[in-house]
T-cell receptor
């Protein structure tokens, strides 16, 4: 069975600090997809990144970066030089590739960026 | 592109009433998903459709919930009769194909059942 664990329920950091959100997943498939979504206080779910299991290259997009490590089944998300606008709930999600299977979301990490 | 459109954005109703939530997916997307989000249970997949056909409805809580997708551009989620424990935010999402592709979410419908 597939599973996504975001062990950090809530994190608070001061603006301009770097922060890493952890995501650990479980799957028996060799083909799978990992996602991160952001849910700001306004409530919508905003897609951030999709990564397939065959691409372990780290990704950087502005202040955001993602570290995918199959050896530890982790797909961590780092925000560099955090800003107040980064305050949101961040969800990691997993979908297995070969079946009409569900996408499973983690419980989310609530990130507070303090001014 | 307008994105996924959901209506209404807010709904307040009394226990026992019928509630219908509506969703218009992104044009060209052939998979549509209904989710429910609560503080206690997080984000739960209720049902998803591929090419208008329900593929997995195992997340639908009980017979009071039903979903339809009569065509590629419209879906409804109906609760009849509604109960206070159905109070949640209901999201619709669509993707190009199945759950492996990126899902794009609508703004959600915030439902309060009194």
């Amino acid at each position: 069975a597939q599973k996504v664990t975001q062990a950090q329920t809530e994190i608070s950091v001061v603006e301009k600090e770097d922060v890493t959100l952890d995501c650990v997943y479980e799957t028996r498939d060799t083909t799978y997809y990992l996602f991160w979504y952001k849910q700001p206080p306004s409530g919508e779910l905003v897609f951030l990144i999709r990564r397939n299991s065959f691409d372990e290259q780290n990704e950087i997009s502005g202040r955001y970066s993602w570290n995918f490590q199959k050896s530890t089944s982790s797909f961590n998300f780092t925000i560099t030089a955090s800003q107040v606008v980064d305050s949101a709930v961040y969800f990691c999600a997993l979908s297995e590739g070969d079946r009409d299977d569900k996408i499973i979301f983690g419980k989310g990490t609530r990130l507070h960026i303090l001014p | 592109d307008a994105g996924v459109i959901q209506s209404p954005r807010h709904e307040v109703t009394e226990m026992g009433q019928e509630v219908t939530l509506r969703c218009k997916p992104i044009s060209g997307h052939n998979s549509l998903f209904w989710y429910r989000q609560t503080m206690m249970r997080g984000l739960e997949l209720l049902i998803y459709f591929n090419n208008n056909v329900p593929i997995d409805d195992s997340g639908m809580p009980e017979d009071r919930f039903s979903a339809k997708m009569p065509n590629a551009s419209f879906s409804t989620l109906k609760i009849q009769p509604s109960e206070p424990r159905d109070s949640a935010v209901y999201f619709c999402a669509s993707s190009y194909d199945r759950s492996q592709e990126t899902q794009y979410f609508g703004p959600g419908t915030r439902l309060l059942v009194l």
